[in-house]
Nanobody, 123 residues
Framework: QVQLVESGGGLVQAGGSLRLSCAASGRTFNKYVVGWFRQAPGKERAFVVRISGSGSSTYFADSVKGRFTISRDNTKNTVYLQMNSLKPEDTAVYYC????????????????WGQGTQVTVSS
């Protein structure tokens, strides 16, 4: 069982930056793939980025490639999403999720989810 708590959301102007954190419970956190997803008002939840358990592999959605980076510190059971050059279309609730056995972008493969954190980018 893994419990996830996101933090770091807020209001930022276009072109600005935010760093989201995803803190996890559990002693085997390094065995979990962690993904970030986002859901904008009136839209379906969309994949943003994922990172392997060791942190050696990452995969980004085209919409954020080159602007967002992801890292993890397994000694702190935390994954970080650094978001730079933010655009109004990045406005959404951001969720982190964990998957035990699948390095995947499909939300249905992630068994554990945080409560989400709001990111609002003003123009």
């Amino acid at each position: 069982q893994v419990q996830l708590v996101e933090s770091g959301g807020g209001l930022v102007q276009a072109g600005g930056s935010l760093r989201l954190s995803c803190a996890a419970s559990g002693r085997t956190f390094n065995k979990y793939v962690v993904g970030w997803f986002r859901q904008a008002p009136g839209k379906e939840r969309a994949f943003v980025v994922r990172i392997s358990g060791s942190g050696s592999s990452t995969y980004f959605a085209d919409s954020v490639k080159g602007r967002f980076t992801i890292s993890r510190d397994n000694t702190k059971n935390t994954v970080y999403l650094q978001m730079n050059s933010l655009k109004p279309e990045d406005t959404a609730v951001y969720y982190c999720a964990a998957a035990a056995d699948a390095y995947t972008s499909a939300s249905e493969d992630y068994a554990y989810w945080g409560q989400g954190t709001q990111v609002t980018v003003s123009s």
